[in-house]
Nanobody, 127 residues
Framework: QVQLIESGGGLVQDGGSLRLSCAGS????????????MGWFRQAPGLEREFVAA????????YYADSVKGRFTVSRDNAKNTVSLQMTSLRPEDTAVYFC????????????????WGQGTQVTVSS
C-alpha cells in the first residue's frame, strides 16, 4: 500500500517562510519512488486544485508554477522517499491545503497524471 504523508504546514505572516515535507512508503506502480516524479499541488477554498512544483525522476529537473517561481524550491531525497517544498516570501494568496503526489510521468503538471496523493497540509498566510 502506497502512502504519502505531508507535514510542516501552519500559520505564517505575510512575507514569512515555511518548509513542507512529504514522506512516501510502499511502491507506487510497483516501482520505487525514485522512478516517479514527485510534485506539490494546492487547493484554496472554492478553487480547483492547482500545480505548484515538481521534481522529475528524469535528470532531477524541476518545474514551478509561474505564481511561485523564485519563491518556492522543491527538493527530494530518493534514499528517504521524501520531497520537500521550501516556501519563502509567502503571500496571503498562497493560503491553501498543500498536497504531495507522485506520477510515473517524467514531467507533468496535470493532476490527472498523478496516481498517488497525500492527505494534505494546511498553509495559512496572514496579512
Amino acid at each position: 500500500q502506497v502512502q504519502l504523508i505531508e507535514s510542516g504546514g501552519g500559520l505564517v505572516q505575510d512575507g514569512g517562510s515555511l518548509r513542507l515535507s512529504c514522506a512516501g512508503s510502499g511502491r507506487p506502480s510497483g516501482r520505487g519512488f525514485d522512478s516517479h516524479t514527485m510534485g506539490w499541488f494546492r487547493q484554496a477554498p472554492g478553487l480547483e486544485r492547482e500545480f505548484v512544483a515538481a521534481k522529475s525522476w528524469v535528470g532531477g529537473a524541476t518545474y514551478y508554477a509561474d505564481s511561485v517561481k523564485g519563491r518556492f524550491t522543491v527538493s527530494r531525497d530518493n534514499a528517504k522517499n521524501t520531497v520537500s517544498l521550501q516556501m519563502t516570501s509567502l503571500r496571503p494568496e498562497d493560503t491553501a491545503v498543500y498536497f504531495c503526489a507522485v506520477s510515473s510521468w517524467h514531467y507533468t503538471t496535470d493532476l490527472n497524471n498523478y496516481e498517488c496523493w497525500g492527505q494534505g497540509t494546511q498553509v495559512t498566510v496572514s496579512s
